[in-house]
């Protein structure tokens, strides 16, 4: 695939369109496993939901 | 499950635990479809090989207006139907929203460098997109800076339906006023004006960065349920810590939000 004389502009475009994906994905990723955490340590501590529920239980 | 069922966020987890995976599946499939159509697309009379930017432009850019459409209704559910779900829907979808806006500003760039002259132009149509990523990072500023979820919900949903005015701006500036931009050449009366070998690439790559957003959104939002939960329970446990806790012993569990 030749791109020419624009390749660079073009590589640009795709690569920061694929990293802006990544941090997306992964912002979202450590987010979940961050408020998992502290649900369970909560819980740990002894606090527990009115429903009697884990909070960690999302199935 | 019915619609209505869906307004407890429980089962609304319960549904995401199901979905994620497949709809993460679809994207990747459709996405990987989009890039292999879109390097196989030849290259424009007039843009050469640049038109290949365009299968990365336009999606972000139409997904950038549709976001803050998706931000709007749930703004009128938090006002006027106050569903639980609604500015958890309007929350998460910010960050989100912000970053396909960025990516269509970054590219559009990218492309007008070599085909117009010049990185920014001040013409309606890029200002007014670039008014509205402002906007998103205003609403984002927002949420963080008031502490009630509840409070920050209504300041925010007023914010969002105030700016949908930007919408059918960024939409008909191109119409509207004399742009360096180009007018719309695949939603517009009378059909697209591309060529299949173009259409069909944009068409699958815009899909693809649509159930991409549906996918990283109820994703976002099961994460956003998850610190409204925490926020509830840590509140329970600073009242037990000052005495104000209900009584439940002080050796008993202390029972936070359902």
């Given at each position: 695939?030749?791109?020419?004389?624009?390749?660079?502009?073009?590589?640009?475009?795709?690569?920061?369109?694929?990293?802006?994906?990544?941090?997306?994905?992964?912002?979202?990723?450590?987010?979940?496993?961050?408020?998992?955490?502290?649900?369970?340590?909560?819980?740990?501590?002894?606090?527990?939901?009115?429903?009697?529920?884990?909070?960690?239980?999302?199935? | 499950?019915?619609?209505?069922?869906?307004a407890?966020?429980?089962?609304?987890?319960?549904?995401?635990?199901?979905?994620?995976?497949?709809?993460?599946?679809?994207?990747?499939?459709?996405?990987?479809?989009?890039?292999?159509?879109s390097?196989?697309?030849?290259?424009?009379?007039?843009?050469?090989?640049?038109?290949?930017?365009?299968?990365?432009?336009?999606?972000?850019?139409?997904?950038?207006?549709?976001?803050?459409?998706?931000?709007?209704?749930?703004?009128?559910?938090?006002?006027?139907?106050?569903?639980?779900?609604a500015?958890?829907?309007?929350?998460?979808?910010?960050?989100?929203?912000?970053?396909?806006?960025?990516?269509?500003?970054l590219?559009?760039?990218?492309?007008?460098?070599?085909?117009?002259?010049?990185?920014?132009?001040?013409?309606?149509?890029l200002?007014?997109?670039?008014?509205?990523?402002?906007?998103?990072?205003?609403?984002?500023?927002?949420?963080?800076a008031?502490?009630?979820?509840?409070r920050?919900?209504?300041?925010a949903?007023?914010?969002?339906?105030?700016?949908?005015?930007?919408l059918?701006?960024?939409?008909?500036?191109?119409?509207?006023?004399?742009t360096?931009?180009?007018?719309?050449?695949?939603?517009?009366?009378?059909?697209?004006?591309?060529?299949?070998?173009?259409?069909?690439?944009?068409l699958?790559?815009?899909i693809?960065?649509?159930?991409?957003f549906?996918?990283?959104?109820?994703?976002?939002?099961?994460?956003?349920?998850?610190?409204?939960?925490?926020?509830?329970?840590?509140?329970?446990?600073?009242?037990?810590?000052?005495?104000s806790?209900?009584?439940?012993?002080?050796?008993?569990?202390?029972?936070?939000?359902?």
């Amino acid at each position: 695939m030749d791109l020419g004389p624009y390749t660079s502009f073009i590589a640009t475009s795709y690569l920061a369109a694929a990293l802006v994906v990544v941090l997306l994905i992964a912002w979202i990723a450590i987010d979940y496993r961050t408020q998992k955490a502290r649900l369970r340590a909560l819980e740990e501590s002894g606090i527990v939901r009115r429903s009697g529920r884990a909070a960690t239980d999302i199935q | 499950m019915s619609l209505i069922d869906l307004a407890n966020p429980t089962r609304f987890l319960a549904l995401t635990a199901r979905l994620l995976p497949w709809l993460a599946l679809v994207t990747v499939v459709l996405l990987a479809a989009g890039l292999y159509l879109s390097a196989l697309a030849p290259d424009d009379y007039q843009q050469g090989a640049t038109v290949k930017i365009m299968f990365i432009h336009v999606p972000n850019a139409w997904l950038s207006m549709f976001v803050w459409g998706v931000m709007s209704l749930a703004s009128l559910g938090t006002l006027v139907w106050r569903h639980p779900l609604a500015d958890v829907a309007a929350k998460a979808a910010a960050p989100i929203g912000a970053s396909f806006t960025f990516l269509a500003l970054l590219t559009g760039s990218l492309w007008g460098r070599p085909m117009w002259g010049t990185y920014w132009e001040w013409d309606a149509r890029l200002t007014s997109v670039l008014i509205l990523f402002l906007m998103y990072l205003g609403l984002m500023a927002l949420w963080r800076a008031v502490e009630d979820p509840t409070r920050a919900a209504r300041a925010a949903a007023v914010l969002t339906l105030v700016g949908a005015i930007n919408l059918p701006i960024i939409k008909f500036s191109v119409d509207w006023w004399n742009t360096l931009h180009q007018p719309a050449s695949v939603m517009r009366m009378g059909g697209p004006a591309l060529d299949k070998s173009f259409l069909i690439p944009l068409l699958v790559m815009a899909i693809g960065f649509s159930f991409l957003f549906v996918t990283l959104h109820v994703a976002a939002m099961r994460n956003e349920i998850l610190r409204r939960r925490v926020r509830s329970l840590q509140m329970m446990q600073a009242r037990a810590y000052t005495g104000s806790a209900p009584a439940s012993g002080a050796t008993g569990p202390i029972v936070g939000a359902a």
